[in-house]
């Protein structure tokens, strides 16, 4: 039985979208945005979405809205480092249910050309 992820924070971020092409010729498109949690020690989270419908999870969420965010955390090695991401599949509004936006939860979607 796994464990779901959850944070709950309030927005204080949200990035411009990256987009690029893999070495294998696949393009790509990642989004990222940042909340700060009452966490004591290290508040701050930036959370990745990885893919053009993914990216648009986030569209209508109001800088200052308080969300909770559902994630998968994933590490790869890449010569010789291993580097993290923590790639939300769902963002609800805090006290609006109907907000809800999830994307179903994939093994990887990320492609291993990629060098970050």
Request: contains cysteine; proline residues 3%; charged residues 25%.
């Amino acid at each position: 039985m796994s464990k779901t992820n959850t944070e709950t924070g309030t927005l204080v971020s949200i990035l411009e979208t990256e987009s690029g092409e893999s070495k294998a010729g696949k393009s790509w498109t990642r989004r990222s945005f940042v909340i700060e949690t009452d966490a004591k020690y290290n508040p701050t989270i930036c959370f990745g979405l990885f893919g053009e419908e993914k990216c648009q999870m986030i569209e209508g969420f109001e800088v200052g809205a308080t969300i909770e965010v559902a994630f998968n955390i994933s590490s790869r090695e890449y010569n010789g480092k291993y580097y993290n991401d923590i790639n939300a599949w769902q963002i609800n509004e805090v006290g609006a249910v109907e907000s809800a936006r999830e994307i179903p939860a994939e093994t990887s979607d990320i492609d291993e050309d990629v060098p970050f």
